[in-house]
């Protein structure tokens, strides 16, 4: 049985792990953004040069919104003295009642929160959309190998027992057959061998 200090490091070890890989994949969308946010002060810019002719400009100056954008775009450009992803892990954490949690939408607070996290709202949606299993990839292509683990062994003995029976029963009535493990190997290579 390995001691209490040993999982200790482990698990310190796994959430630097993860921070490191969170930290990484913010600063690939943090120069996602400002490259798309340049884009677009650029195109609004020759825009606003464009309408310099015609009564639409007159009003804009006259309405304040062309000093406003300026401002915009002269604090948006300012480099921020804490990223996104620093202010939200140094915020405190919110525990919602039991009935809060039956309801709760990650999704939603996102949305929400949006304007506060420009750059963590979308790397959340973007992550949050993908669907999570506990599957193994290789398994999913081959069910030659599938076992139930102690992750996965929710199921009561008689119940699984139930379904394997059951998966050899269908088939036979088919007239499947399974494969061996030599013959899916083997078309396996064939299918990557084939030019």
Not at 7 to 30: P, T, W
Not at 154 to 176: F, Q, S, Y
């Amino acid at each position: 049985m390995r001691s209490l200090r040993s999982i200790g490091f482990e698990v310190i070890y796994n959430i630097e792990k993860v921070r490191g890989a969170l930290y990484e994949m913010y600063e690939q969308y943090a120069a996602n953004f400002a490259s798309t946010n340049e884009e677009g002060s650029s195109q609004r810019s020759s825009k606003s040069q464009g309408d310099d002719v015609g009564s639409s400009s007159t009003v804009d100056i006259n309405s304040g919104w062309s000093k406003f954008d300026e401002f915009v775009d002269m604090t948006e450009n300012a480099p921020p003295t804490k990223s996104d992803l620093d202010v939200y892990l140094g915020e405190v954490v919110y525990r919602c009642s039991q009935e809060e949690r039956r309801k709760w939408n990650a999704l939603g607070w996102w949305r929400v929160n949006s304007l506060k996290y420009r750059i963590l709202s979308k790397m959340a949606s973007d992550v949050l959309a993908i669907p999570i299993t506990t599957v193994a990839s290789e398994a999913t292509f081959s069910a030659g190998s599938r076992v139930i683990d102690t992750y996965r062994a929710n199921l009561a003995p008689k119940t699984v027992e139930g379904l394997m029976c059951g998966g050899d029963w269908i088939r036979n009535l088919h007239g499947l057959k399974k494969k061996s493990r030599k013959k899916e190997e083997n078309d396996e290579e064939f299918v990557l061998n084939v030019p």
